[in-house]
């Protein structure tokens, strides 16, 4: 029987907006709405799971909850066994963020000087840290360029480093929020066979957000149909493409956000 790396219990996350004003009294009318509506989710060791859905489906909300970036507003998870609400230190050790909006990195700096301040705020030790990085930097294939300033990388090289970053203190999961955006079909398709060739053959568990039908179908093990905050429907792309009931989502997808409501 396959270990269970992440188990969600009704999962939900709300918001609270102002809008407009409703009387002399209570000048802004508090609004909430659900971004991430009970979702129940189970996911393997050594499993690319999916969050396939549109802009604005849910999808970075629930990947911010499972990195305890943001907490939920109810519901249950367990990220390696650790309890998401109780053991944030035990799972914040456990997992890596990846994301097509990286801007945690310092610029001016190397990217060899970059990764040597994330292994110190990592808690990993200079000999340790000495002997990580430049194992990081070979699986990545930044080694040649580790030495100029990360503001000098490409769009693919900056994630190749985001890559190097999370490979530092091992974790076992790792959360990719749409992390192909911006990159050339080159820079994908590396990222596509990193994924599949040196993650998951370490037995690393990938959760990847994307709203590509395509990059869904061709990485991923199973996928989660993400809409208005539910997840609708879980399975193989190849087996959910056929299902009557899902027509509207995937045609919409395909054809882009200019027909999504």
């Known amino acids: 029987m396959s270990e269970t790396v992440i188990q969600t219990n009704n999962l939900t996350k ?8 409703s009387s002399p009294r209570n000048f802004f009318d508090k ?19 999916g969050l ?3 802009n604005g489906a849910g999808k970075t909300t629930l990947t911010k909850m499972l990195c305890t970036l943001i907490l939920p ?15 944030q230190a035990q799972v914040k050790a456990s997992i ?12 001016r700096l190397s990217g060899r000087r970059n990764l040597e301040f994330f292994a110190a705020l990592y808690g990993l ?23 100029r300033r990360f503001q000098e990388y490409s769009t693919g090289m900056k994630q190749r480093m985001a890559l190097a970053r999370g490979l530092l203190a091992e974790p076992d999961v790792f959360f990719m929020d749409e992390p192909t955006k911006g990159l050339d079909p ?7 066979e990193f994924i599949r060739n ?42 959910l493409a056929g299902d009557a009931s899902l027509a509207d989502f995937f045609h919409n997808l395909i054809a882009g956000p200019e027909t999504q409501s």
């Open 52 to 54: 396939l859905g549109p």
């Open 186 to 192: 080159v820079a994908v398709r590396d990222l596509h």
């Open 198 to 239: 040196q993650l998951t053959a370490q037995g690393k568990t990938v959760i990847l957000a994307t709203h590509d039908l395509a990059e869904a179908e061709e990485v991923c093990d199973r996928v989660g149909i993400m809409q208005g905050g539910r997840m609708k429907a879980e399975g193989k792309v190849s087996e």
């Open 96 to 107: 890596a963020l990846i994301s097509s909006e990286e801007r945690s990195f310092y610029w």
């Open 14 to 21: 709300e918001f609270t907006k102002l809008r407009g004003i």
């Open 73 to 87: 507003s109810g519901g249950s998870a367990t990220i390696c066994g650790y309890d998401l609400a109780r053991q």
């Open 31 to 49: 609004v909430s709405f659900a971004a991430v509506k009970s979702i129940n989710l189970t996911v393997s060791r050594g499993e690319i799971f």
């Open 125 to 147: 030790s200079r000999k340790r840290a000495r002997q990580r990085i430049p194992e990081v930097l070979e699986v990545v294939g930044m080694s040649d360029a580790a030495d």
